[in-house]
C-alpha cells in the first residue's frame, strides 16, 4: 500500500473543505440574484402629490428600492382605479393578486377596528411620538401580532404630521354650532363628531371641492395648507380652523402580502424597510416644507381666516373622545389591546415633551 504523506493529508482536507462550501454557496448566490417583479396599487389617485408622487410617496419608495437593490427589486406602481378601485388594496395583497400596497390603515377598520390605531389616534400623538411607539414602544409589533392571522405585513411608509381641522363656510363659536353641521370626514374622528350631532359624510379627495361649493356639505376636512389649496378648498369656504386635534399626525400604511415578504432574501427585506423609512421621515419633512408656504399665502393672498378652534369647543371634542374610545376598546379585545398600549406609551411620551418641546415652542419668536 502506497504510504501517505503529511502533505497529501493536508491537500485532502483542504479539498475537502472546499467542495462542502462551493456546494453550499451556489444557491445562495443564485438566491440572492433573484429578480422579483412586484406590483403595489394605491388608495388614491394619479398625480397626488405625498399620496402618489413626489419625494417620500409611494411612487418614490418604489424608486428607491429598485435603485438600492440594483433592480433585483422592481415594483409597479398603480394610483386608484388604475389597476384596481381605491379601497381594494387590502384584499389584492391579501388574496396575492398584488404584493403591496399603499393606503391608509384606517381604511380597513371596518374589518380590524384596532387598524385606526395605526393611521392616527384623536388627541393621540405627533409625529415623533408616533413614531417612536412605533419603532420603538412596541407599536410595530402590535401591528404584526394583528396582521399576521390574515397573511399581511404592514410598514410605515410617510406621514403628513399634523393636520389642520378643517375649512368651514362658517364660524365655529361654541359647540352648539356643530349640531346639524353636514362635514366630510374619516376615521374616529368622524365618530367623535358624529356624537356631537355632526352628520358626517365620507367622501374621495376629489368631490370635496364641489360638495363644499354647492353647499352639500357645510365643512371639510382634507390635509393641510398644500394639500387644500391644491383641491381649491378656500375657494369654497374661508374659515380654516385649528389644533389637529383629530389627526396629530397620519401614517401612510404600505402592506404587503407575508407570502411575498417571506419569498424576499434578508437583504430585499432590509432594503424595503429602509426605503420605507427613508419615505416616512421625507414626506413629513417634505410637508412641513410645503404646509409653511402654503398657509401664508392662503392667509396672504387668499382672504383665508386661520384660527384655532374655542376653547370650550375642543375640551368637548376631548371627553367625547375619551369616551368613543373607551367604548370601542370594550367592544373588541384587539382594540383594547392596542388602545391600552398606545396610551401607556402615550403618557409616558407627553412626560418627556411637556419638558422638552412644549417649552421651547411657547418661547417668544
Known amino acids: 500500500m502506497e504510504k501517505v504523506t503529511p502533505m497529501d493529508r493536508r491537500k485532502f482536507l483542504l479539498a475537502g473543505a472546499t467542495v462542502p462550501a462551493a456546494t453550499l454557496a451556489a444557491p445562495s ?3 440572492a440574484q433573484s429578480t422579483f417583479n412586484w406590483k403595489m396599487t394605491n388608495a388614491y389617485g394619479p398625480g397626488s402629490p405625498f399620496y402618489v408622487e413626489g419625494p417620500g410617496s409611494p411612487t418614490d419608495f418604489c424608486a428607491k428600492v429598485a435603485a438600492m437593490s440594483d433592480g433585483r427589486l422592481n415594483i409597479q406602481h398603480f394610483a386608484a382605479g388604475e389597476l384596481i378601485p381605491a379601497l381594494e388594496g387590502f384584499d389584492a395583497v391579501r388574496s396575492g393578486a398584488i404584493e403591496m400596497n399603499a ?94 350631532g355632526v352628520d358626517v359624510t365620507l367622501l374621495p379627495g376629489g368631490e370635496i371641492f364641489p360638495a363644499l361649493e354647492r353647499g352639500v356639505i357645510d365643512a371639510a376636512e382634507f390635509v393641510g395648507p398644500y394639500q387644500d389649496r391644491r383641491l381649491g378648498l378656500h375657494n369654497a369656504a374661508k374659515y380654516y380652523y385649528t389644533t389637529g386635534w383629530h ?64 376653547d370650550d369647543v375642543i375640551a368637548e371634542l376631548k371627553a367625547v373622545t375619551d369616551r368613543v374610545l373607551e367604548e370601542g376598546a370594550a367592544a373588541d379585545p384587539a382594540t383594547r389591546k392596542v388602545h391600552d398600549a398606545f396610551m401607556a406609551f402615550k403618557a409616558e411620551y407627553k412626560g418627556w415633551a411637556d419638558i422638552s418641546e412644549k417649552p421651547l415652542f411657547s418661547l417668544p419668536g
Open 247 to 310: 389627526e396629530p399626525s397620519n401614517t401612510t400604511e404600505l402592506l404587503i402580502g407575508s407570502a411575498a415578504w417571506d419569498s424576499l432574501p434578508a437583504d430585499l427585506k432590509a432594503i424595503v424597510e429602509t426605503a420605507a423609512m427613508a419615505c416616512n421621515v421625507e414626506s413629513y419633512t417634505w410637508s412641513e416644507a410645503n404646509n409653511a408656504a402654503a398657509l401664508k399665502d392662503l392667509v396672504d393672498n387668499e382672504g383665508v381666516i386661520a384660527d384655532v378652534l374655542p
Open 29 to 31: 448566490i443564485a438566491h
Open 103 to 196: 393606503a391608509n390603515a384606517y381604511f380597513w377598520a371596518g374589518r380590524i377596528p384596532a387598524a385606526q390605531y395605526f393611521t392616527t389616534v384623536p388627541f393621540g400623538m405627533n409625529f415623533a411620538g408616533m413614531n417612536a411607539w412605533l419603532y420603538h414602544g412596541g407599536g410595530m409589533a402590535l401591528w404584526d401580532e394583528l396582521y399576521a392571522p390574515l397573511g399581511l405585513k404592514a410598514l410605515p411608509m410617510g406621514n403628513t404630521g399634523v393636520q389642520m381641522t378643517g375649512w368651514f363656510r362658517e364660524p365655529i363659536t361654541g359647540v352648539a354650532d356643530l349640531d346639524g353641521l353636514k362635514m366630510r370626514i374619516p376615521g374616529l374622528a368622524g365618530k367623535v363628531y358624529a356624537a356631537l
